[in-house]
């Protein structure tokens, strides 16, 4: 195996792994968590200071375990029953116990959350007091990265800065990408088969249960001919001809499961679960309904993650713009292309069909809705693989495209660098307006 095939093995251990609940009330709940082990007695007040971005991402998102969306309920039931050392399964360890008690400490109005402006990307800080300390913790750079934690000023933990990713610094380009998939040893990417499962088993729990928006169950329901509710109890037997279709469903049900508060993990793609159902999800589908091998399938999931990977690390970790849309599609359309036969020109031309056109649809926030845009993205991811391998592909005259993905994906950069500040203070004040009229909590 050469150095770089073992780079981009380690690239995707480091980036392909499994949270339970949406990533933003996660890190909520892991920022306040990794208090609990200092307070010697229990809290009185948990102050939360979020970045704009980190804000926006969980105030419609219900918590594993929970029936209550947003923030707070994330970060008090972290407080009382999280376990920081699980990581992004730090609530592995809430009982229904420990949700009552976050939801009367929300009640009581002990819980504050404030917008921090000066902050960028993912940043959250929690002051939590108690009767004999005051305990602030900081999470910075990634969602399960804890940089600090202090007791009464000292400070009892400290991890390096996180700056960025080994993703973000990897010289990767297509032609890498490709070359990897077609000659890794497959053994080498078995582990995953994990993620598909993982995935693949959300979306069947979307299905057979009414989970968010039920989209999921809806989009099922129209796709069986002969539809009967019976077919909900086993979906995998009533599988459409359409590999799109089943792609979709798989998709929507999925985040249905994940954003309407399964507790069940989903497996993430560079720290989103959302953008890992988004890119391993579609592939499952087409690899199930044109009856591709284990090992085919294994390669083409590899590619969309290492796609999806390189369409985040150019353009950001967090922006203004639905990175399902446009980095995990991405890597679908490859995906999709490659398991068609796909030559290396054609598969760049899916994903330059997939960038321009998905460019204009917004991220404002997490949420069960998420599940449409899912849906949007992976029929996008369909129609761009399958139009390039008709040889069509965009190009200068088409907006954001242009002749080759490097320079298409210079444009974007461009547009996302001068419009993300302004975006993401109004995305955000609508949600600080929201989060208002409820009444329930104060927010800054």
Not at 38 to 66: D, H, I, N, W
Not at 142 to 156: P, Q
Not at 278 to 303: F, G, K, M, S
Not at 362 to 383: H, N, Q, R, S
Request: glycine share 8%; proline share 5%.
């Amino acid at each position: 195996m050469t150095n770089e095939q073992n780079n981009l093995v380690s690239l995707l251990k480091r980036e392909v792994l499994p949270a339970l609940g949406c990533t933003g009330p996660t890190a909520y709940a892991l920022v306040t968590a990794c208090c609990r082990p200092y307070m010697t007695a229990p809290p009185q007040r948990l102050t939360m200071e979020l970045s704009p971005e980190l804000f926006k991402t969980g105030f419609g998102v219900a918590t594993p375990g929970s029936p209550e969306p947003g923030i707070a309920i994330a970060a008090a039931n972290g407080l009382f029953g999280g376990d920081w050392t699980l990581g992004m399964e730090v609530l592995n360890t809430a009982t229904p116990a420990t949700n009552a008690q976050a939801s009367d400490f929300i009640a009581a109005r002990n819980l504050s959350i404030l917008c921090d402006w000066s902050q960028r990307g993912i940043y959250a800080r929690a002051v939590v007091t108690t009767a004999n300390e005051t305990i602030v913790s900081v999470l910075e750079g990634a969602y399960d990265h804890i940089l600090s934690i202090a007791v009464n000023g000292s400070a009892v933990y400290r991890s390096d800065a996180l700056g960025e990713s080994e993703g973000e610094k990897a010289e990767l380009d297509l032609a890498m990408l490709l070359s990897f998939v077609n000659t890794v040893d497959v053994d080498r990417i078995r582990f995953l088969q994990d993620g598909i499962d993982m995935n693949y088993a959300l979306a069947i729990e979307g299905i057979k249960n009414p989970f968010g928006h039920e989209v999921g169950r809806t989009l099922f329901r129209k796709a069986c001919a002969g539809f009967d509710e019976s077919f909900y109890a086993d979906p995998a037997s009533h599988i459409p001809a359409s590999a799109c279709e089943w792609g979709k469903i798989l998709v929507t049900a999925a985040a249905d499961a994940r954003m309407g508060g399964c507790n069940m993990p989903a497996m993430c793609t560079m720290g989103d679960g959302n953008q890992g159902i988004t890119a391993i999800n579609p592939v499952i589908a087409a690899a199930q309904v044109w009856d591709t091998d284990e090992a085919h399938t294994l390669r083409a999931v590899a590619l969309s993650h290492l796609v999806s990977i390189y369409i985040k690390s150019n353009i950001g970790k967090t922006t203004p713009f639905c990175m399902c849309g446009i980095g995990s599609a991405s890597g679908v359309a490859a995906a999709i292309s490659y398991l068609r036969g796909a030559t290396n020109t054609q598969v760049e031309a899916a994903i330059i069909n997939l960038l321009s056109p998905m460019m204009g649809i917004l991220c404002d926030g997490a949420k069960p809705g998420c599940a449409f845009k899912m849906c949007i993205a992976t029929e996008m991811a369909f129609t761009a693989a399958e139009t390039s391998l008709g040889k069509v592909s965009l190009g200068f005259y088409d907006g954001m495209a242009d002749s080759t993905l490097a320079k298409t994906l210079e444009h974007i950069k461009e547009v996302v660098k001068n419009s993300s500040p302004a975006l993401s203070e109004s995305l955000v004040n609508v949600i600080i307006k929201k989060t208002e009229a409820l009444g329930t909590l104060p927010v800054h």
